[in-house]
């Protein structure tokens, strides 16, 4: 008898351990591979695609969410105003949603009321905290309008020159190349270093800022020990948030750390916003300065509102993810090692009070570090660690809808490209090879890559 309870006790026991036996995790063929940002993933196609909240806002999130979203479409108007004042004098555009259309990318125009371009400049060497050093009477970006009775800093012409490029099948893709000219200065202008940017996609950078450090440092190569040529590195730049150097994660050179300094850095210097934050005007010394108040232009809760509503944007999801051509393109896509730069699958850290940013498996398409990405790419603009032929990794969630959220799609920093083909053919640089393979390719292969970018 004895026995027998003997044996049963171990049968209790090794049942027991199995019940206790910790979860593995899923293979990602397990996965539904249309969810891009995880529970932050939103099935939606249409010209609206990248304005949706996350789904599991609580009652007071959801109002916080809308606060957030209301001040991010609201136009700011010349001080004193009841409403919304404080715009300049010097800026680039009168609203957030003015430069992100339909919270995702602009168009490549300068000096407009829809324009959503912005140019970054700079003279040799480093501020106090390792940044660009400013242009004297000018800063580190141009303000190319101006309220009235106030002279813009300058003004910037656009202009292309149009040339081909052929595969080895004997196909060309017509290309061009921006020119840029500065214009009426209001005085001289120093500057050395010239940085055209475009509006990026504001959706999912709550998940892109909840990825843990380690697993960014764990993609950096910088000597390129696997021979793949491909060196990423991470930037670390001064966060006014936390009072400290920090990796880098947002903007096209990762020159910010977090969401709320990259919100108040975009009220300051493209609309001329002042904030607790960054309190002193983006023209501060310069003759267009004007001291109205001592309070800043927004309060604090409007800041924090804006920084939760972009951290709570949702991912559009991937679409026609069992298509052949589509498999056919990813196959090609990981087989051109496009995948070194842009990592298909990342798992973000956990965070205590937003479940839907917590442990989500994401596929972003990126890896936020630093690439060289050729001469012809180069702006000659240095962010910290970057160089001026270092970018970040673009994440490729949702590329395939700019066009439909936009209108028009444009693609790069500066918006050049004027198709995901022609993005790709000005790859360079630790991106020469996988480009060089790509221009190789039979027209089949080169179209199922292109289903398969579009897809994301």
């Known amino acids: 008898m004895n026995k027998r309870f003997f044996t049963l006790g171990l049968l209790g026991a090794s049942l027991l351990l199995t019940m206790c036996r910790k979860a593995e995790p899923f293979k990602d063929e397990d996965y539904d591979q249309r969810l891009s ?29 809308t606060l957030g979203d209301l001040a991010f479409e609201s136009a700011f108007v010349a001080a004193p105003a009841p409403v919304n004042g404080g715009l300049g004098p010097v800026f680039n555009n009168v609203s957030c949603i003015s430069c992100h259309h339909n919270d995702g990318k602009g168009s490549p125009t300068a000096g407009l009321r829809n324009s959503s371009m912005l140019f970054r400049i700079s003279i040799p060497g480093q ?14 970006q141009l303000q190319d309008m101006a309220l009235l009775g106030t002279r813009p800093e300058a003004k910037v012409n656009i202009s292309y020159e149009n ?40 959706f999912g950078v709550g998940l892109l800022e909840n990825i843990p450090e380690a697993t960014l440092l764990s993609f950096v190569d910088e ?4 021979g793949d040529g491909i060196s990423g590195k991470a930037n670390y730049v001064y966060s006014p948030v936390t009072k400290r150097r920090q990796i880098g994660r947002l903007g096209f050179k990762s020159n910010t750390a977090d969401v709320l300094h990259q919100t108040a850095s975009a009220f300051q210097q493209d609309m001329g916003i002042t904030s607790y934050l960054l309190p002193q005007e983006s023209c501060f010394g310069q003759p267009q300065y004007m001291r109205l108040s001592n309070q800043p232009d927004i309060p604090d809760s409007t800041l924090q509102a804006v920084a939760f509503y972009l951290r709570t944007l949702a991912v559009p999801a991937r679409r026609d993810v069992a298509d052949p ?46 690439h060289d990405m050729g001469a012809d790419l180069a702006d000659g603009f240095t962010d910290n660690y970057a160089t001026g032929s270092e970018w970040r990794t673009m994440p490729l ?38 480009k060089e393979a790509f221009r190789k390719l039979p027209k089949t292969d080169r179209a199922a890559l292109l289903r398969f970018v579009k897809s994301l």
């Open 127 to 140: 501020n106090e905290y390792g940044g660009p050093m400013p242009v004297p009477g000018f800063g580190t």
């Open 223 to 226: 000597n390129d020990r696997d």
């Open 37 to 65: 940002g995880g529970a932050s993933t939103v099935f939606d196609e249409s010209a609206k695609a990248f304005t949706h909240a996350v789904g599991g806002l609580s009652a007071r999130d959801a109002r916080v969410h």
């Open 163 to 202: 040339f081909a490029v052929a595969y080895d099948d004997g196909e060309k893709v017509q290309m061009r190349r921006p020119v840029y000219s500065i214009t009426d200065p209001y005085t001289t202008y120093t500057g050395t270093a010239f940085s055209p940017r475009m509006a990026p996609p504001v």
């Open 397 to 434: 969630w949702g590329i395939g809808l700019f066009e439909r959220t936009n209108g028009t799609a444009f693609y790069l920093h500066d918006g050049r490209a004027r198709s995901i083909e022609e993005a790709i053919l000005w790859h360079g640089g630790e991106a020469e090879r996988a």
């Open 325 to 370: 051509t589509v498999l056919r393109g990813q196959q090609i896509f990981n087989q051109l090692n496009c995948s070194g730069c842009h990592k298909p699958v990342i798992r973000t850290g956990v965070h205590q009070t937003m479940l839907f940013l917590s442990n989500q498996r994401i596929q972003p398409f990126t890896d936020l570090l630093l």
